[in-house]
Nanobody
Framework: QVRLVESGGGSVQAGGSLRLSCAAS????????IAWFRQAPGQEREGVAAISLITSTAKYADSVRGRFTISRDNTETMIGLQMNSLKPEDSAMYYCAGGPRLTLHVSDFDDWGQGTQVTVSS
């Protein structure tokens, strides 16, 4: 059974940094991609970054490219999202998700964590 657990959210001032982590278990690494999504109140869930657990090939949304970095550890079961130069518009609930493709589309992901809140104040 796949289990994804996020951690690392919190509150930070604009321009600051946070690092989120996603602990994955019960997955088939060779067939799996992990992505980070976020959802602000009243808005649709949007993809932020995704990574292959085998090759570390990554994909980013234009809104975060150059500020956020997705990575995996050597065990391929802990996926991080380093967020730098944070802006108030980055405030949202952040979710990690797992699926069979390297995309940022919600519909391509079958497994989801419970989320962790990120709040950026101006």
């Amino acid at each position: 059974q796949v289990r994804l657990v996020e951690s690392g959210g919190g509150s930070v001032q604009a321009g600051g940094s946070l690092r989120l982590s996603c602990a994955a278990s019960g997955i088939s690494k060779a067939l799996y991609y992990i992505a980070w999504f976020r959802q602000a109140p009243g808005q649709e869930r949007e993809g932020v970054a995704a990574i292959s657990l085998i090759t570390s090939t990554a994909k980013y949304a234009d809104s975060v490219r150059g500020r956020f970095t997705i990575s995996r550890d050597n065990t391929e079961t802990m996926i991080g999202l380093q967020m730098n130069s944070l802006k108030p518009e980055d405030s949202a609930m952040y979710y990690c998700a797992g699926g069979p493709r390297l995309t940022l589309h919600v519909s391509d992901f079958d497994d989801w964590g419970q989320g962790t809140q990120v709040t950026v104040s101006s």
